[in-house]
């Protein structure tokens, strides 16, 4: 069993590759493997690192770039909304305008 440490840890950016995924890049690089063995090499490079993070109970966020970009649109609809309601409350003609009245 792992132990586990009363203590919280971030990683950030990548682990270094494991010497079989260079070594085969290096091979495949000067044509002695071809594409898809050297795919084989990295999907098992991947396993093993998963394994490791989940073996230590790392949690793995694998899409980060989704949940910005999901921040950032919940960050932009807040905004607008505020923005929206602001005008109806500051101006009026906006809600004429809005309700097709004149």
Known sequence: MTPTLPAHYDHVGS???PLALLEAREQQSKGQI???????????AISDIV???QDVRCIIL???DKMLQALCLT????ILNLLHL???NTFPQCQLAHTGMK
């Open 15 to 17: 682990f270094l590759r």
């Open 34 to 44: 071809t594409a898809a063995a050297l795919r084989l090499v990295e999907d098992q």
């Open 51 to 53: 394994k490791f993070q």
């Open 62 to 64: 694998q899409s980060l």
């Open 75 to 78: 960050l932009c609809s807040l």
């Open 86 to 88: 602001l005008a109806w």
